[in-house]
Structure formats: C-alpha cells, structure tokens
C-alpha cells in the first residue's frame, strides 16, 4: 500500500532541564501575546518559560509555588476573565482526600467554564470558582466487583451530535473497568464498553465514517470532526464515532498508549495523530498508517501544540521521562 507523502520532522530546539517535571503545557499565559511553557514539576513548584521559534529561555523563568505534593496535571483556560489566560492547578486539600490526577475544562449552557477533576478513588468533581456544582463516583455505577475500584484513567470533552442532531458538549471519562462514561451537565447519559483500558483520548477526523466497522443501523448524524481517538493499554487506538467504540484497531504502537494529540491538517480530509507511551519515541499517524516514528531520549510523558514561529501552522512541543523538552516542526 502507498504511503502518504508528509513533510519531513525538523527539530527546532531540544533543551534538558535540570528539575523533574511531571506534565507541561504550552499557551499564553497571564500576557496576551508571549508564549509561555508551563511545567508542573515533582518537588510541587510550577516553573514558566518563555518560547520561541529559535530556543526555550531559561534565563526567563517565573517559578510558582503550590505548596503541595508533585503536580501532577494542570490547565491553561480563561475562567476568571482577570487575565489573558489562567493557570488551573488542582491539590487535594480543597476539592478531595486523595489524589487529583486528572483535569480539564467543560462550559456551562451559558458559556461559563466549569473545572472538572477526578481523583485516584474514581471521584469525578465539577467546580467554579465559587463553588462546586457535581460530584460523581464511579464505584457507585454498577460495579459488580466491590473489592475492585473503580479510577478515571483519563478525561477528555467532546462536542458530538446527539441522536436529535443538536451538538452537544460531553465529557468522556474513561476508567480501568473497560468503560468510557458520557456524562453532560453532571449526569451519565451512557456508559460505553471498550476492548481494554483507554489511557488516551482527542478529537479530531481520523477516517471517513463510511470506514468504519460500526453496529447495524448506527445514524449517521455526528460528522467525522466528532471522532475520538481512544488509545488503549493494550497499545491499539481504537474510534469512538457517533457514540458507538469500533472494535478495529485503528493503529497500534504495540505499547501502553499514554499521550495523544490531534495535529489538524487544512490540506486534507484527515487529521495527523500524535501517540506516545511506554516507548522513546513519537508517532505520527494519519489514515491509520505510520508515516512517522521520531526517536525520543526516553519516554515522552507530555504533548503539546503552538504555533511557535508565527507561520500560521502548529509547531509541537514534547516532554520526556529524563525532563528533555524538544520542539518540533512537522
């Protein structure tokens, strides 16, 4: 089979940090233009630097202190309106007994963000500043086994069109039982059975619908912009399209999936899929083919997008397990 013809990867820069970092992100944070990488690091502090086509400056640092253990994940969304961008950094003190390990944000029917985490006890929290809205435990939704429990392995929100054709916003929280849960406005509407444990997800347009091996009689109303991408532990990527999982594996790195991200492509149909894991190295996919495999220092724990050299496409930033951060040009 032909492969697709890709522009070749060019390393922008490729910087190692002297202090151990968990999860990193990649936004304008605080001013309105300046780049920032924002890196939640293992002794709890939360170090940020400027970013350029041309290097990651690390005589610009501004270190913030959490007072808490390792972060371990962290946001970058407008939900105080007081800045161009905020810094959502969750520790348990506040919201939960146990540790948070996963954060993203929803909107409200009226636009108002709303900061969504689950901690290691399968507690899914949505929270404003002022105050909490819901609270979910997935132990309590049908788990046979009482002795086994239930934890989000991940988190992702969706816009998908519902059976009614209106788009709507969902989020999908996927656990270590072989489910994804799709909960709106605080309630779970479905609970969707996978082939092995999701550790990954993002949206994006992966493959034509009319490819995929979905149920006899499945609508067509969701778009293939409303694809989801599940990585799994089993190292496949499967799709969740029009609320149904394929079966098919679409890819498969052969390892633990533990980072996707969504490369959209202007140019074309489909978009590139970025997958990385228990591997050194980063994968790029597109129509369910590798067409790139970039080898990486050690495990890549953290992806994320930019346009870093203001040339209206997006550049992709990587963090490994040995604190190498590399900026890259697909």
């Given at each position: 089979?032909?492969?697709?013809?890709?522009?070749?990867?060019?390393?922008?820069?490729?910087?190692?940090?002297?202090?151990?970092?968990?999860?990193?992100?990649?936004?304008?944070?605080?001013?309105?233009?300046?780049?920032?990488?924002?890196?939640?690091?293992?002794?709890?502090?939360?170090?940020?630097?400027?970013?350029?086509?041309?290097?990651?400056?690390?005589?610009?640092?501004?270190?913030?202190?959490?007072?808490?253990?390792?972060?371990?994940?962290?946001?970058?969304?407008?939900?105080?309106?007081?800045?161009?961008?905020?810094?959502?950094?969750?520790?348990?003190?506040?919201?939960?007994?146990?540790?948070?390990?996963?954060?993203?944000?929803?909107?409200?029917?009226?636009?108002?963000?709303?900061?969504?985490?689950?901690?290691?006890?399968?507690?899914?929290?949505?929270?404003?500043?002022?105050?909490?809205?819901?609270?979910?435990?997935?132990?309590?939704?049908?788990?046979?086994?009482?002795?086994?429990?239930?934890?989000?392995?991940?988190?992702?929100?969706?816009?998908?069109?519902d059976s009614t054709g209106n788009r709507?916003?969902?989020?999908?929280?996927?656990?270590?039982?072989?489910?994804?849960?799709?909960?709106?406005?605080?309630?779970?509407?479905?609970?969707?059975?996978?082939p092995s444990v999701i550790t990954a997800?993002?949206?994006?347009?992966?493959?034509?619908?009319?490819?995929?091996?979905?149920?006899?009689?499945?609508?067509?109303?969701?778009?293939?912009?409303?694809?989801?991408?599940?990585?799994?532990?089993?190292?496949?990527?499967?799709?969740?399209?029009?609320?149904?999982?394929?079966?098919?594996?679409?890819?498969?790195?052969?390892?633990?999936?533990?980072?996707?991200?969504?490369?959209?492509?202007?140019?074309?149909?489909?978009?590139?899929?970025?997958?990385?894991?228990?591997?050194?190295?980063?994968?790029?996919?597109?129509?369910?083919?590798?067409?790139?495999?970039?080898?990486?220092?050690?495990?890549?724990?953290?992806?994320?997008?930019?346009?870093?050299?203001?040339?209206?496409?997006?550049?992709?930033?990587?963090?490994?397990?040995?604190?190498?951060?590399?900026?890259?040009?697909?």
């Amino acid at each position: 089979m032909r492969m697709p013809v890709v522009a070749p990867c060019t390393e922008l820069w490729s910087t190692k940090l002297t202090e151990g970092f968990c999860t990193m992100a990649l936004a304008t944070l605080f001013r309105p233009k300046e780049l920032s990488l924002i890196v939640g690091c293992e002794d709890g502090l939360v170090r940020i630097y400027d970013v350029s086509a041309k290097c990651l400056n690390l005589n610009s640092q501004t270190v913030l202190e959490t007072k808490s253990g390792p972060i371990q994940c962290l946001r970058v969304h407008d939900i105080t309106k007081f800045y161009h961008n905020d810094l959502i950094i969750l520790s348990r003190q506040s919201l939960s007994s146990d540790s948070i390990i996963c954060v993203t944000v929803v909107e409200d029917n009226g636009g108002s963000p709303i900061i969504v985490c689950s901690n290691d006890s399968g507690v899914i929290t949505w929270v404003q500043p002022t105050k909490e809205l819901w609270r979910i435990n997935l132990n309590s939704l049908s788990n046979k086994n009482p002795s086994h429990i239930v934890k989000v392995s991940c988190l992702q929100t969706v816009q998908i069109t519902d059976s009614t054709g209106n788009r709507r916003q969902y989020l999908l929280a996927a656990d270590n039982s072989n489910r994804i849960h799709v909960i709106c406005n605080g309630t779970v509407v479905s609970s969707l059975m996978t082939p092995s444990v999701i550790t990954a997800m993002t949206q994006g347009r992966f493959v034509p619908s009319s490819k995929l091996s979905l149920p006899p009689g499945t609508s067509s109303s969701a778009s293939d912009s409303e694809q989801v991408a599940l990585g799994a532990s089993n190292g496949a990527v499967y799709i969740l399209h029009n609320f149904h999982v394929t079966l098919d594996e679409f890819v498969h790195a052969k390892c633990t999936v533990t980072n996707l991200c969504t490369l959209p492509q202007s140019d074309s149909s489909t978009d590139l899929l970025l997958c990385a894991g228990y591997f050194s190295a980063l994968h790029l996919y597109k129509d369910g083919q590798l067409i790139m495999e970039y080898p990486t220092s050690d495990w890549v724990t953290s992806i994320a997008k930019a346009d870093i050299d203001g040339d209206g496409t997006l550049e992709v930033v990587i963090g490994c397990k040995d604190n190498t951060v590399v900026a890259l040009k697909l």
